[in-house]
T-cell receptor
Framework: LAKTTQPISMDSYEGQEVNITCSHNNIATNDYITWYQQFPSQGPRFIIQGYKTKVTNEVASLFIPADRKSSTLSLPRVSLSDTAVYYC??????????FGGGTRVLVKP | SQTIHQWPATLVQPVGSPLSLECTVEGTSNPNLYWYRQAAGRGLQLLFYSVGIGQISSEVPQNLSASRPQDRQFILSSKKLLLSDSGFYLCATGTGRYEQYFGPGTRLTVT
């Protein structure tokens, strides 16, 4: 499984855009990039998944460069309720998920 | 859509006591099932996963065990709890696209 590296924490303010970059230098050809969000005392929640280029849904956007060795999760106009831990995972369909430490995002008023 | 039930929600147990946590899944059949543990302020650690009834794979050597007696039932057990078993236990079910759905979790405190 590809190892991922992401910042330990990030602070932001309400209304700003938050971008979290994840490095995955040894990503394999059939690996997908998946992001989860976790609030305290809750299980992680799937946010977005992509293979290449850009993916956008109602919650976030995921930018993946051509070499796929990194990815950036973009949260537009964050609110206080976006304060959470965000995990970047890389792996192929059917594989077990491996969670790292994640990025703690704190949104301030 | 899939729904995952876990109970109990919280549990306080003395060291050396047995443990049984249950997870049941609705809305899907023959799911892949997973048990994770999360220590305070840490990431998730995969403990067990199962691809079918009676099929259990262990990821980390420990004093915990898992069983899958029915297609949509996954049980985490221990004969004698250790202090280090304290944590937040999460059951999850997966799809083929590396996407998992997590239950509400059980907060276990071993005293």
């Amino acid at each position: 499984l590809a190892k991922t590296t992401q910042p330990i924490s990030m602070d932001s303010y309400e209304g700003q855009e938050v971008n979290i970059t994840c490095s995955h230098n040894n990503i394999a050809t059939n690996d997908y990039i998946t992001w989860y969000q976790q609030f305290p005392s809750q299980g992680p929640r799937f946010i977005i998944q992509g293979y290449k280029t850009k993916v956008t849904n109602e919650v976030a956007s995921l930018f993946i460069p051509a070499d796929r060795k990194s990815s950036t999760l973009s949260l537009p106009r964050v609110s206080l309720s976006d304060t959470a831990v965000y995990y970047c995972l890389v792996g192929a369909a059917g594989n077990k998920l491996t969670f790292g430490g994640g990025t703690r995002v704190l949104v301030k008023p | 859509s899939q729904t995952i039930h876990q109970w109990p929600a919280t549990l306080v147990q003395p060291v050396g006591s047995p443990l049984s946590l249950e997870c049941t899944v609705e809305g899907t059949s023959n799911p892949n099932l997973y048990w994770y543990r999360q220590a305070a302020g840490r990431g998730l650690q995969l403990l067990f996963y199962s691809v079918g009834i009676g099929q259990i794979s262990s990821e980390v050597p420990q004093n915990l065990s898992a069983s899958r007696p029915q297609d949509r039932q996954f049980i985490l057990s221990s004969k004698k709890l250790l202090l280090s078993d304290s944590g937040f236990y999460l059951c999850a079910t997966g799809t083929g696209r590396y996407e998992q759905y997590f239950g509400p979790g059980t907060r276990l405190t071993v005293t």
